[in-house]
């Protein structure tokens, strides 16, 4: 989602007379997108400001902070890090030409402004990626799940028009990427006049210039009988699900505000399975969230086991100040959260490890992506439900469709051979 965000923006620069500087050291502004859903995140950003902060003893070089940490602390960016220039929040960045502009004259500048209705209209952002494309189809959340910052910095949940969408989709298309994954907290509540989000993806899977379509993120409690019949008879929606689990525990569910339960989440996945026999299930998992026990700890142990996911994204609970559950007084020790999220990302490396070993044997279709990271005499590419695929080629492949034997699981990442 900053990914998109931050075309989004460079896009708003770009047709403000601003450029991309070809690097750090040639820069006059330094723009930081950032994340706040966990601490983690926001100190890795404060970690870099100061990295850059060297910049500005050579050259007038202004640093600003975009994205949802300036929208969460404001002001006290300045207070946090004395190389902050500008603060600019998530409602705000068509302002930002004018914004930096004023920073070469003025000191610390804040806008945070909510918006609960920015959509950024009449804006297409240019992809900075040739092969896939990133596709905001709509911005904000309204779940307030117990722990999570997300509907406090990014306000509302509102929809795109599928007009803007499409065009959008079809502008990628015509320059040459095949890929686009389309990005929303939850798409499964993309609702535009008449349109919801099955039908939006009915419309994507039309445009002829579009192989493959992604999307994310997903929520158990609002997938519906007609997404799964959607996918399953649209060629171009690709094999691959993400859907936020969160807990195997159904007090601990309630607790976060998630809406479902352990029951129906697993009834999911069978109904996903049996729609779509090829599909990928990924998730994210909190763990030690605040009075999780052992015992409820276990259960989503024990799911994860059950459901044997392709892959899983796996968090330790981290406290997020002005949600619910940084409020409640239960909270698990840290030395717990770290070794429960070490256990269950043991167990999920072993099927993770089941999983793609099982893909041995079958031919793939691969989009390649790019010369592999180990050698230059592979590239590599990814199968439609999402697995990393590595096989002896050359850089004229790259963004090509071609048929790849499975011969060997590497950890995470498949092997093959290229058919003729
Ligand atoms: N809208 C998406 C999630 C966006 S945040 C969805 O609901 O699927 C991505 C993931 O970060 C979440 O699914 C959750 O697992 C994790 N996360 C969010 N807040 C967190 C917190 N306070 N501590 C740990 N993990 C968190
Ligand atoms: Fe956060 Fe829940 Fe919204 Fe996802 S659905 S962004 S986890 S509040």
Same mark, same amino acid.
């Not at 950032?34 to 870099?48: D, I, K, M, Y």
């Not at 804040?110 to 959509?119: A, F, G, K, W």
């Not at 099982?358 to 590239?379: C, H, L």
């Given at each position: &989602?900053?990914?998109?965000?931050?075309?989004?923006?460079?896009?708003?620069?770009?047709?403000?007379?601003?450029?991309?500087?070809?690097?750090?050291?040639?820069?006059?502004?330094?723009?930081?997108? !950032?994340?706040?859903?966990?601490?983690?995140?926001?100190?890795?950003?404060?970690?870099?400001?100061?990295?850059?902060?060297?910049?500005? $003893?050579?050259? *007038?070089?202004?640093?600003?902070?975009?994205?949802?940490?300036?929208?969460?602390?404001?002001?006290?960016?300045?207070?946090?890090?004395?190389?902050?220039?500008?603060?600019?929040?998530? *409602?705000?960045? +068509?302002?930002?030409?004018? /914004?930096?502009?004023?920073? %070469?004259?003025?000191?610390?500048?804040?806008?945070?402004?909510?918006?609960?209705?920015?959509?950024?209209?009449?804006?297409?952002?240019?992809?900075?990626?040739?092969?896939?494309? %990133? @596709?905001?189809?709509?911005?904000?959340?309204?779940?307030?799940?117990?722990?999570?910052?997300?509907?406090?910095?990014?306000?509302?949940?509102?929809? #795109?028009?599928?007009?803007?969408i499409i065009e959008d989709v079809k502008?990628?298309?015509?320059?040459?990427?095949?890929?686009? &994954?389309?990005?929303?907290?939850?798409?499964?509540?993309?609702?535009?006049?008449?349109?919801?989000?099955?039908?939006?993806?009915?419309?994507?899977?039309? @445009?002829?210039?579009?192989?493959?379509?992604?999307?994310?993120?997903?929520?158990?409690?609002?997938?519906? +009988?007609?997404?799964?019949?959607? &996918?399953?008879?649209?060629?171009?929606?690709?094999?691959?699900?993400?859907?936020?689990?969160?807990?195997?525990?159904?007090?601990?569910?309630?607790?976060?505000?998630?809406?479902?339960?352990?029951?129906?989440?697993?009834?999911? !996945?069978?109904?996903? #399975?049996?729609?779509?026999?090829? @599909?990928?299930? !990924?998730? *994210?998992?909190?763990?030690?969230?605040?009075?999780?026990?052992?015992?409820?700890?276990?259960?989503?142990? +024990? /799911? &994860?086991?059950?459901?044997?996911? *392709?892959?899983a994204y796996m968090f330790k609970y981290?406290?997020?100040?002005?949600?619910?559950?940084?409020?409640?007084?239960?909270?698990?020790?840290?030395? /717990?959260?770290?070794?429960?999220?070490?256990?269950?990302?043991?167990?999920?490396?072993?099927?993770?490890?089941?999983?793609?070993?099982?893909?041995?044997?079958?031919?793939?279709?691969?989009?390649?992506?790019?010369?592999?990271? #180990?050698?230059?005499?592979?590239? $590599?590419?990814?199968?439609?439900?999402?697995?990393?695929?590595?096989?002896?080629? +050359?850089?004229?492949?790259?963004?090509? %469709?071609?048929?790849?034997?499975?011969?060997?699981?590497?950890?995470? !990442?498949?092997?093959?051979?290229?058919?003729?």
């Amino acid at each position: &989602m900053n990914v998109a965000d931050s075309e989004l923006v460079m896009t708003i620069l770009k047709q403000n007379g601003f450029d991309r500087a070809e690097n750090i050291e040639t820069a006059d502004v330094i723009l930081f997108n !950032t994340c706040s859903v966990r601490q983690h995140a926001e100190e890795r950003v404060l970690g870099r400001i100061n990295n850059e902060m060297r910049h500005k $003893s050579l050259k *007038d070089v202004k640093i600003g902070v975009i994205g949802c940490m300036a929208q969460r602390l404001g002001t006290e960016l300045a207070d946090l890090s004395r190389g902050v220039d500008f603060v600019v929040g998530v *409602d705000q960045y +068509d302002k930002l030409p004018e /914004i930096i502009r004023s920073s %070469f004259r003025e000191e610390f500048l804040s806008y945070t402004d909510v918006d609960n209705e920015q959509l950024y209209p009449a804006i297409i952002p240019q992809h900075q990626d040739n092969l896939k494309a %990133f @596709i905001t189809i709509m911005r904000g959340c309204n779940n307030f799940c117990s722990y999570c910052i997300v509907p406090y910095t990014r306000g509302r949940e509102r929809s #795109r028009s599928p007009l803007e969408i499409i065009e959008d989709v079809k502008k990628a298309g015509e320059q040459g990427l095949r890929e686009i &994954m389309l990005l929303g907290q939850n798409v499964n509540s993309y609702s535009y006049e008449e349109i919801n989000f099955p039908q939006l993806l009915r419309m994507v899977n039309e @445009i002829p210039s579009i192989k493959r379509i992604r999307f994310t993120t997903s929520h158990p409690k609002d997938l519906s +009988d007609e997404l799964i019949e959607t &996918m399953a008879d649209t060629d171009k929606v690709c094999e691959h699900f993400h859907l936020a689990m969160q807990s195997g525990d159904n007090e601990i569910l309630k607790r976060m505000n998630r809406g479902y339960t352990a029951e129906h989440y697993y009834d999911l !996945t069978v109904k996903l #399975r049996q729609a779509i026999p090829e @599909i990928a299930i !990924t998730t *994210d998992v909190i763990a030690g969230f605040p009075g999780e026990t052992e015992e409820q700890f276990q259960r989503t142990y +024990d /799911i &994860m086991q059950k459901i044997e996911f *392709d892959h899983a994204y796996m968090f330790k609970y981290s406290s997020r100040s002005g949600t619910r559950a940084a409020e409640f007084l239960d909270q698990v020790p840290e030395e /717990i959260r770290l070794e429960r999220l070490q256990r269950l990302i043991k167990q999920q490396e072993v099927i993770t490890t089941r999983k793609y070993k099982n893909a041995i044997g079958s031919v793939r279709e691969i989009y390649v992506e790019n010369i592999s990271r #180990r050698s230059q005499e592979e590239v $590599s590419g990814k199968t439609r439900d999402f697995k990393v695929t590595v096989f002896p080629g +050359d850089s004229q492949l790259i963004g090509k %469709f071609v048929n790849v034997k499975i011969v060997e699981a590497a950890g995470w !990442t498949l092997k093959g051979k290229l058919l003729k």
